[in-house]
């Protein structure tokens, strides 16, 4: 496996399921981060992982848990979701000893909650 | 309040013509900025980017050009090819080192044959 990659790639789980998001790099990169994109939205910043410390939470329900055991590792814990969370949830990847700002984003877990 | 503007949600270019894809922002501290694009299935990937001291930056038949005083800044694409139909998304960030991206809305671009 190379880059980022998610899984799973689509998921639909009810408003009273708890499922996890599972995010790996496999870039030697020490940030991590969780975005949301919604219909006809910009991406969302969620979390915000260095060294596996978190660094930012915009706001998020708690109802979104994150997890980073490691800086390869990053996960994302759902639980009693709304419809209204149904969107596309993007993970991203950083080296902090980056000359420029890119993130590498991952492919996305498309996910609906019904 | 949104602080990166990307007021086109689509344009439509001829196979071979220029594409101009525009992107505007409020914050004047923002000191970097990049354009990805997106394939659908797949996540956003790096193109292009530009610091605040530079007007102009250029990669193959990618340019992007910043306007400072405007808070303006575009991407051209010249010739357009039928591979660049994508979603573009501008982004900018604030300080050395900064981490944090803010991203506009996207404009799909389509190149017809």
């Known amino acids: 496996e190379t880059g980022v990659t998610q899984t799973p790639r689509h998921l639909v789980m009810g408003m009273t399921n708890k499922k996890s998001l599972k995010c790996e790099q496999h870039l030697g990169h020490n940030a991590m981060y969780w975005y949301k994109q919604s219909a006809k939205k910009p991406l969302e910043l969620m979390f915000v992982?260095?060294?596996?410390?978190?660094?930012e939470n915009n706001s998020v329900p708690s109802r979104f848990s994150p997890e980073c055991p490691n800086s390869s590792h990053l996960f994302l814990h759902l639980h009693t979701l709304q419809p209204e969370d149904s969107a596309l949830y993007l993970c991203?990847?950083?080296?902090?000893?980056?000359?420029?700002?890119?993130?590498?984003f991952g492919p996305g877990t498309r996910l609906t909650v019904t | 309040d949104q602080q990166v503007k990307q007021n086109s949600p689509s344009l439509s270019v001829q196979e071979g013509r220029i594409s101009i894809l525009n992107c505007d922002y409020t914050n004047s501290m923002f000191d970097y900025f990049l354009w990805y694009k997106k394939y659908p299935a797949e996540g956003p990937t790096f193109l292009i980017s530009?610091?605040?001291?530079?007007d102009k930056n250029e990669d193959g038949r990618f340019t992007v050009f910043l306007n400072k005083s405007a808070k303006h800044l575009s991407l051209h694409i010249v010739p357009s090819q039928p591979g660049d139909s994508a979603v573009y998304f501008c982004?900018?960030?604030?300080?050395?080192?900064?981490?944090?991206?803010?991203f506009g809305q996207g404009t799909r671009l389509t190149i017809n044959p």
């Open positions: 992982y260095n060294f596996k410390e978190q660094t």
């Open positions: 530009i610091s605040s001291i530079k």
């Open positions: 991203a990847s950083r080296s902090n000893r980056a000359l420029f700002y890119e993130q590498y």
């Open positions: 982004a900018a960030s604030v300080g050395q080192g900064a981490q944090k991206l803010v």
